[in-house]
């Protein structure tokens, strides 16, 4: 059996023959072992789940804060009455919140 070897110089000849000006990039790279790969879909893993909990951490703030915030604003204006300046504010403050939310989820899938 003979020893071949590759000659990579002609076939990158080849290659910008067929295709001078093309956007062909040739590289050598070694082979990735499967623990390699193994560790590499690991971390990827690992990545995503940290990205989705603190996705999930922030969404739970959000929701949190914005249930404060309208009940302060029902607070301020059940206890001030709405003839008053800052129950005015108040309502004033929960149907921009509540409009902002109802137009954030009927507005999503028009895109």
């Not at 951490?57 to 009940?71: S, Y």
């Not at 504010?89 to 999503?108: D, H, P, Q, R, V």
């Amino acid at each position: 059996m003979e020893n071949k070897q590759l000659n990579l110089d002609r076939s990158v000849q080849a290659i910008y023959r067929e295709a001078p000006f093309s956007e062909h990039q040739v590289s050598v790279m070694p082979r990735r072992t499967p623990e390699e790969i193994t560790a590499e879909l690991e971390a990827k893993k690992l990545d995503a789940a940290h990205q989705r909990y603190k996705e999930l951490v922030l969404l739970n703030a959000m929701v949190a804060m914005l249930i404060l915030l309208i009940l302060f604003c029902i607070v301020v204006a059940a206890t001030k009455g709405l003839g008053s300046d800052e129950g005015k504010l108040a309502f004033g403050a929960l149907t921009t919140i509540l409009g902002t939310l109802l137009g954030y989820f009927t507005g999503k899938n028009s895109k």
